[in-house]
């Protein structure tokens, strides 16, 4: 069963990433119910946001997507945040893939203010940096570009295409 992960082809329209459920790998995944979810960066119109002043935040959800050793695995300093204007929980919802896996999201109210920026970009993905899983913790971190610096970054590449 393949999951549609939208991207844009335009400002206005979006067609499907080549993301898609596939099975679990392990007996831990099998038994925890995780959904198995990857994309191929290949091929992928990739925005860097590194250099862009950021905030860290907390990754969501992450229990629906990976186990606890896969984390580990998925995690890391470098993630792509992936739209998902076609959510069927929320038309805001900002993906967070590690390493071609899905790990979680950015929050509902951090997301529905990048989706504002994200969505004219006209970019499949945005790379972010981030923080992978601490000893004794089990949560995993993302380098979120701050809304005004974002804002300020989308309207210098908007000058430079004009």
Do not use: C
Request: no cysteine; hydrophobic share 40%.
């Amino acid at each position: 069963m393949a999951e549609e992960v939208p991207a844009h082809d335009s400002g206005e329209r979006f067609s499907a990433l080549p993301a898609q459920e596939v099975p679990a790998q392990d007996s831990s995944e099998r038994s925890s119910g995780v959904k198995r979810v990857v994309l191929a960066e290949e091929g992928l119109s990739v925005l860097d946001l590194r250099e862009v002043p950021s905030i860290r935040v907390r990754i969501v959800g992450t229990g629906y997507w990976v186990t606890t050793s896969g984390l580990n695995k998925h995690g890391g300093h470098e993630y792509l945040l992936v739209r998902e204007p076609k959510n069927k929980w929320d038309a805001n919802a900002v993906a967070v893939y590690g390493k071609g896996r899905k790990v979680g999201y950015v929050s509902a109210g951090k997301a529905a203010a990048l989706a504002l920026i994200l969505d004219p970009l006209g970019f499949d993905a945005y790379r972010i940096g981030g923080a992978p899983v601490t000893d004794n913790s089990s949560r995993i971190w993302a380098d979120v570009p701050t809304i005004p610096k974002l804002r300020s970054f989308a309207l210098s590449l908007d000058e430079g295409r004009g």
